[in-house]
């Protein structure tokens, strides 16, 4: 019999389970095998049930018959520490180390030859570990009118990506069914709010696991409007909870959320200074519940030696170690340098003085955009429109407050600064799964020949590419005009995913999605 046992272990699960019951069974079944199909009351121990070579433990003689060479009904402890402890119902629970595939595991749990899928996503090892990838590109259906504004991409609960716009008229969706974000049908799209709204949509996952989008809008009575849209479900599809921020704001207002350490949103946006002398400032709207039902605003009132005025232009905000809000943002009038600002409170209501990160040019920081690196510190992406005919730039702070305004600890270094070519328009950054930077951004030449490029770090403070220092980045789509307003996050299988303009025919929106984690098509390690 034991030799028939071992002929029908097929299963890798099954090898992972023998070292709990093999000995157990081999007690049980020797005193209580009664033959093929016998059913054995086994007292203390539950019920055995054996058809063939199928064994299945915890039966009851109503139960059908196992359908695998082990089956156990109930719980399962594995462990000498673990016997004594009494597993969830239905459930496994291990003391040591899991192989799948594998005799010699090597962690708590190891994989051989095969990969894990969750919820219907492949999730991918180390990229030497798998066959090579290329892009994919998804092209959606409906047109990108010029008049509209940049586009946000997040990765939902369920592990794909979501996709908010503004198509001109109405914010839009695009609820992607798979890692790659096929176009429709397997996608869907759907319109979020209408009349005119959907402006500088910047999108988030809610603490609840639902999306969030804070966008502005222009109403018929009302210009220039901050609004926050709270999904009542994880892909939106019922019609959001839309509130009003703030009204009367400028023209561009620059949009930019994250969550706080409370889990509920907090907005930076171009606002109006409520103090003495007025003027266009950073201000920070602090939500005090999921849908922003209640707000606090403050104002980062800056000192006119600083900026003039419109301080707060292209900002974007992250939420710090410490758990602070730490926003960047542009003076637009005056000088044109760009700041970093660390928050003090939840609410932005303290902050450190502004630390100039960038002002060594007449007109730098436009285009910026904040992540917090794998060291846990900020790291920042911007545009410099003095060198040449404009370059990117990445700025690294040294401590989680970026020093102070006197003496500010940060690194900068241009990345790409083509003669005669914009680099680094629209640039989107996030940190890759191996905790290092990623940007996205447009190249122009301004002969209407605009295309994307992606630069994969290979530090955290991006002094050196991943791809060598004579390749600072790849062009993933050079059909002009293409490139405008990506969006980079990195999906569930740890690969960047970019949503932009695309150029087919007409502008409209394109999503690629990476078949490397520096975007270089078939690239692995070898």
Not at 44 to 51: D, N, R
Request: aromatic share 8%; proline share 7%.
């Amino acid at each position: 019999m034991v030799r028939s046992f071992h002929e029908h272990l097929k299963s890798p699960l099954v090898s992972i389970l023998v070292g709990l019951v093999f000995g157990v069974s081999l007690l049980i079944l020797g005193i209580a095998y009664g033959g093929p199909g016998a059913f054995t009351p086994v007292t203390g121990w539950g019920s055995i049930k054996q058809v063939g070579g199928s064994v299945g433990m915890g039966f009851s003689p109503t139960d059908p018959n196992p359908g695998s060479t082990l089956a156990i009904k109930g719980s399962a402890s594995l462990g000498s520490q673990f016997v004594g402890i009494t597993a969830p119902f239905n459930s496994l629970i291990v003391e040591g180390d899991m192989g799948v595939g594998t005799a010699n595991p090597g962690a708590r749990l190891g994989i051989q030859n095969g990969g894990i899928i969750m919820g219907g996503t492949p999730q991918r090892g180390f990229p030497n570990e798998r066959v090579p990838q290329g892009n994919t590109v998804s092209d959606m259906p409906e047109t990108y009118p010029a008049a509209s504004t940049p586009i946000s991409i997040t990765i939902g609960r369920d592990g794909l990506p979501l996709v908010a716009y503004m198509d001109g008229t109405n914010l839009k969706l695009i609820q992607c069914a798979d890692i790659t974000c096929s176009p429709p049908p397997t996608s869907s799209i759907i319109t979020i709010a209408d009349a005119a709204m959907g402006r500088f949509a910047t999108m988030m996952i809610g603490s609840d696991g639902n999306p969030a989008i804070a966008f502005q809008a222009d109403n018929i009575d009302e210009d220039n409007v901050l609004y926050f849209a709270h999904c009542n479900d994880s892909k939106c599809s019922a019609l959001p909870t839309i509130k009003k921020i703030e009204t009367d704001l400028d023209p561009n207002i620059y949009v930019a959320a994250a969550v706080g350490t409370d889990g509920f949103p907090v907005i930076a946006y171009l606002g109006l200074n409520s103090s003495a002398g007025g003027g266009k400032t950073l201000s920070v709207a602090k939500c005090d519940d999921l849908a922003c039902n209640s707000v606090n605003i403050e104002d980062v009132v800056v000192l006119n030696s600083l900026c003039a005025d419109s301080f707060g232009a292209h900002n974007s905000i992250a939420i710090g170690v410490d758990g602070y809000p730490t926003v960047v943002s542009y003076c637009r009038n005056n000088p044109r340098h760009f700041y970093f600002v660390h928050c003090m409170s939840n609410s932005c209501s303290t902050f450190d003085p502004p630390i100039k990160v960038d002002g060594t040019s007449v007109d730098v920081g436009k285009y910026a955009s904040l992540a917090i690196g794998g060291d846990g510190l900020p790291v920042m992406a911007y545009y410099d429109n003095a060198i040449n005919s404009g370059a990117l730039k990445v700025a690294k702070c040294q401590t989680i407050t970026c020093g102070t305004d006197t003496n500010p600890l940060l690194s900068r270094v241009v990345i790409a600064d083509t003669i005669g070519f914009q680099d680094g328009l629209h640039a989107s950054l996030a940190i890759g799964a191996d905790g290092l930077p990623i940007v996205a951004y447009r190249v122009f030449d301004g002969a209407n020949t605009g295309y994307l490029r992606v630069m994969k770090c290979g530090t955290s403070s991006c002094d050196a590419p991943l791809n060598g220092p004579l390749n600072p980045g790849v062009d993933i789509d050079n059909v002009p005009p293409s490139g405008g307003y990506p969006s980079v996050a990195i999906g569930a299988d740890g690969l960047p995913i970019i949503a932009y303009v695309g150029f087919s025919g007409v502008d409209r929106i394109r999503v690629i999605h990476c078949g490397s984690e520096s975007c270089v098509p078939y690239w692995t390690r070898r």
